[in-house]
């Protein structure tokens, strides 16, 4: 059993509904995050969350609303979302996450198995 | 900045045949740690190895392993009598001021 579980692993969705993803984690960390993997690109990191706090927000477009309400939950809001946001949706874990400018701490990241989006 | 570059993009070998994934990294940090994932068709990224810059040992487990070299900034990866199931995309990273990936080597092994 992986240390971090993400729902659904399938969604379909059309333009104009509102889904969430799910992210929960059981390895005890503080930091979660969002990557988004599409095809032919490199895997992009969306959101960072530190003890419940995001820190790091890399120019996502507002139809993409992360939420954080534990350390170990992690949800991703997605409406009114267009046919190229479909991708893998990656959810991971790490014990923390430095500040900018920190000194790495060399942590593992761990990741979920995806959510797997299609917008049609 | 950090960039992590691994300029195959696809490697197809024949089963039983080693293949070796090419990893080169820039920091400007001194202190910085390396990784491999494994991601499966499936999806997940799973985690293989992490290695820091002051330990340069070369590393062994099972069929897979690592060779960290400084001088040239790399941390090449080999599997050794390659499998079928061996057959993923192989992401070499960097984590150092920020986590970095690189683009990833699609590894097929043919039977």
């Known amino acids: 059993e992986t240390g971090v579980t993400q729902t659904p692993r399938h969604l379909v969705m059309g333009m104009t509904n509102k889904k969430s993803l799910k992210c929960e984690q059981h390895l005890g960390h503080n930091a979660m995050y969002w990557y988004k993997q599409s095809a032919k690109k490199p895997l992009e990191l969306m959101f960072v969350?530190?003890?419940?706090?995001?820190?790091e927000n890399n120019s996502v477009p507002s139809r993409f609303s992360p939420e954080c309400p534990n350390s170990s939950h992690l949800f991703l809001h997605l409406h009114t979302l267009q046919p190229e946001d479909s991708a893998l949706y990656l959810c991971?874990?790490?014990?923390?996450?430095?500040?900018?400018?920190?000194?790495?701490?060399?942590?593992?990241?761990?990741f979920g198995e995806g959510s797997w989006l299609t917008v049609v | 900045a950090q960039k992590v570059t691994q300029a195959q993009t696809e490697i197809s070998v024949v089963e039983k045949e080693d293949v070796t994934l090419d990893c080169v990294y820039e920091?400007?940090?001194?202190?910085?740690?390396l990784f491999w994932y494994k991601q499966p068709p499936s999806g997940e990224l799973v985690f293989l190895i992490r290695?820091?810059?002051?330990?340069?040992q070369n590393e062994i487990s099972g069929r897979y392993s690592w060779n960290f070299q400084k001088s040239t900034s790399s941390f090449n990866f080999t599997i050794t009598a390659s499998q079928v199931v061996d057959s993923a995309v192989y992401f070499c990273a960097l984590n150092g001021q920020n986590f970095v990936f690189g683009p990833g080597t699609r590894l097929s092994v043919l039977p």
């Open positions: 991971a874990s790490s014990q923390d996450r430095p500040a900018a400018g920190g000194l790495s701490s060399g942590n593992t990241i761990y």
């Open positions: 969350y530190n003890f419940k706090e995001q820190t």
């Open positions: 290695r820091n810059s002051f330990d340069e």
């Open positions: 920091t400007r940090d001194t202190t910085y740690y």
